[in-house]
């Protein structure tokens, strides 16, 4: 079952603003922390709070099931560079004790 977004999260969606694209590019595993020539943009935890609501709400499906332990301990295998250290610590929170 889908979840209700609150009305800002419903915003970033209408508008496709930076955060929304942020995580839309997490959970369609297409990041690329290297765009910026001045500095390393990396997801931070909001990005993947935001990811994790656009799914559970079942607006954005992607590649990446962030509620599956091997789809998101294969994702920061195969990507660290992607993630802050705040961004991993939230993508593995739902499996911790």
Request: cysteine-free; overall charge negative.
């Amino acid at each position: 079952m889908s979840e209700l977004l609150r009305p800002a999260i419903m915003k970033m969606v209408l508008t496709h603003d930076r955060n929304y694209i942020r995580a839309v590019g997490l959970l369609k595993n297409d990041w690329d922390p290297d765009e910026q020539p001045i500095y390393r943009d990396v997801l931070a935890a909001h990005d993947v709070t935001l990811a994790r609501t656009l799914q559970k709400a079942g607006l954005i499906h992607g590649q990446i099931d962030l509620s599956n332990y091997q789809a998101v301990s294969q994702l920061l295998a195969s990507h660290p560079d992607w993630f802050s250290p705040a961004a991993s610590q939230e993508l593995l929170r739902p499996f911790q004790d």
